[in-house]
Nanobody, 125 residues
Framework: QVQLVESGGGLVQAGDSLRLSCAAS????????MGWFRQAPGKEREFVAT???????YYTDSVKGRFTISRDNAKNTVNLQMNSLKPEDTAVYYC???????????????????WGQGTQVTVSS
């Protein structure tokens, strides 16, 4: 059974940083493409960042230069370092996993088979 457990969310002020982590189990982590998505109240879930098994990364435009996704295959974890946070980054952040060996960035939620429960990130102005 695949489990993804996010941690690291919280309440911060604009300009602050947070580091989200996602611990994976029940999946061959080194073979998985990992992604972070977020969902703000009243909005659809949106893509944030993805890291392929090759460690190639891809970001949505609104977080480029501020967020960094990384993976540690030895610890079966994927992290999202979020710097210079803005109020519009407020959302529930979800970790997702996809068993995929292709080169096309996985930016759509339907591409991911496994999801965590989410962690709340709130950025006050």
């Amino acid at each position: 059974q695949v489990q993804l457990v996010e941690s690291g969310g919280g309440l911060v002020q604009a300009g602050d940083s947070l580091r989200l982590s996602c611990a994976a189990s029940g999946v061959t982590f080194s073979s998985a493409t990992m992604g972070w998505f977020r969902q703000a109240p009243g909005k659809e879930r949106e893509f944030v960042a993805t890291i392929a098994r090759s460690s190639t990364t891809y970001y949505t435009d609104s977080v480029k230069g501020r967020f960094t996704i990384s993976r540690d295959n030895a610890k079966n974890t994927v992290n999202l370092q979020m710097n210079s946070l803005k109020p519009e980054d407020t959302a529930v952040y979800y970790c997702a996993a996809r068993i995929y060996s292709g080169r096309t960035p996985s930016t759509h939620s339907y591409q991911y088979a496994y999801w965590g429960q989410g962690t709340q990130v709130t950025v006050s102005s």
